[in-house]
């Protein structure tokens, strides 16, 4: 799959629009299929758990449908344009209707790092710690995260911050 593909990239002159978050799509798809799999297999060990057991372990198969479900249907699809022209950084939702998030002058790139991953985030400069907004997948150490790491530098992060860059010189 290229990488136009993978991040569904919208480009022209003025605007670049991408989901960052589209790879977790398939990753949280084969997670629902095998907990579809458990939720099938776990009536055969019945016999061998207890009851309470039993019902906990489908409990958490059911927060595994529902998470798997808001990620394919809900967080997978978030998309951000950044806009040239109107100096803007838009976010959409399939639950929310485009929303601008902040100016595209007052943008900064930054990385997060959670639980042994990182990614990288979005943020205006004066409050980029209070609110920002994931805009890669996670990354970790290893070599296939590393390529990965690297595509997205070279195909999407360089092109938004030729963007910032392009905006903060139109105002100086």
């Known amino acids: 799959m290229n990488i136009r593909e993978k991040y569904n990239i919208k480009e022209n002159s003025n605007s670049f629009s991408f989901q960052p978050v589209k790879p977790l799509q398939k990753l949280s798809s084969w997670f629902l299929a095998g907990i579809f799999a458990a939720a099938i297999l776990l009536p055969l060990f019945r016999e061998m758990l ?7 372990l ?3 198969l059911a927060y595994g449908v529902i998470h798997s479900l808001y990620d394919i249907l809900i967080r997978a699809k978030i998309s951000y344009t950044f806009d040239l022209r109107a100096n803007s950084v838009y976010r959409m939702s399939p ?7 902040m100016k595209l002058e007052e943008a900064v790139i930054f990385v997060s790092s ?6 990288y985030s979005l943020g205006a400069k004066k409050s980029h710690f ?5 805009i890669s997948e996670n990354f970790s ?13 070279e195909q ?6 030729k963007m910032i860059d392009s905006a903060q010189g139109l105002t100086n």
């Open 50 to 56: 207890d009851e309470t057991l039993f019902f906990a």
């Open 58 to 60: 489908y409990i958490l």
């Open 95 to 101: 639950v929310s209707e485009k929303k601008k998030i």
């Open 114 to 119: 959670e639980m042994g991953s990182w990614h």
């Open 130 to 134: 209070v609110k920002s907004y994931a």
């Open 141 to 153: 150490s290893g070599k296939k995260s590393d390529a990965k790491q690297e595509i997205y530098e």
């Open 156 to 161: 999407i992060l360089m092109r938004i911050n």
